[in-house]
């Protein structure tokens, strides 16, 4: 704890050969969300897309999709459904794949530097999130909460999969994403400008509904597993419950990170 105030992946999937072309799973991402998202971040570098008589509105988002792409001078493939079966195995690619270039992590400093005081800043921390699902569900809560970032881990944690960006519903790239070598002194460095560290956590001392969030806030959440750990627990301003009136001990992962972050925006709306 603190007693003053400012001092001053990808995973890798199997190798996919066919035809003239061999890529890696990780350098896809399926789905029209994702693929949009792509497409405005300009990661794109080459789509497939399910060819269909069909005129549905589905059909329409797709050609919209590939318009977009042929706009940006990239090449679209119309191809199949088995094809793109034979491509993401069980993924749900609602008929269209991309090709892109990695996901693009902030660095902590640049981030640091473009979010300095006296400008309000929410941040949420995720220590250990294992499942892409959730990691997914979360970067779209923090851009629908327009959260200023979302720092990971780089080891023992998920990283920004292609199943990471297709949950997001094709938020993943409209929040910045921090991966950091240690939790502990990236929350060290935060509280030196000013960032109060507030920890959800199931033996916290204050309730949710009772916590003044000050306008520069990181909203910090343990893994799906096993929690936050007792050094990041220990490092933070304060440990926050969730109270619930019914037999379940926990919320969610995804679920506690969103209620703070309405928490936070009910106080300093934007």
């Known amino acids: 704890m603190r007693d003053s105030r400012m001092s001053t992946g990808l995973t890798t999937d199997p190798v996919v050969t066919t035809g003239n072309w061999t890529m890696q799973k990780d350098n896809l ?49 119309w191809v199949p459904r088995s094809y793109l079966d034979s491509r993401m195995g069980r993924a749900n690619h609602q008929g269209i794949i991309a090709k892109v270039s990695p996901f693009p992590y902030t660095g902590f400093d640049e981030w640091l530097s473009l979010n300095a005081p006296p400008q309000n800043c929410l941040v949420i921390i995720l220590d250990g999130i294992q499942d892409p699902g959730n990691l997914g569900h979360i970067l779209r809560q923090a851009a629908g909460f ?19 960006e297709k949950t997001s519903a094709g938020n993943a790239g409209k929040v910045p994403v921090i991966q950091v070598s240690n939790l502990t002194r990236t929350i060290k460095a935060l509280q030196e400008t000013d960032i109060w560290c507030y920890a959800a956590s199931m033996s916290g001392q204050t309730p949710l509904t009772s916590v003044e969030f000050p306008p520069r806030t990181a909203w910090v959440i343990g893994g799906e597993h096993e929690g936050l750990s007792r050094l990041v627990l220990e490092s933070c301003d304060e440990s926050v419950i969730i109270t619930m009136p019914g037999p379940i001990e926990s919320f969610n992962v995804a679920t506690s990170a969103a209620l703070g972050l309405y928490e936070y925006r009910r106080k300093y709306p934007v």
């Open 29 to 77: 991402v399926y789905g029209p969300h994702a693929v949009s998202d792509a497409l405005d971040c300009e990661r794109a570098q080459r789509l497939w897309v399910l060819k269909t008589a069909d005129k549905a509105k589905a059909a329409q988002a797709r050609q919209e999709l590939a318009d977009r792409a042929k706009a940006q001078d990239l090449k679209v493939d």
């Open 146 to 164: 327009m959260a200023d970032g979302v720092i990971i881990p780089e080891r023992r944690a998920c990283g920004v999969t292609p199943t990471v």
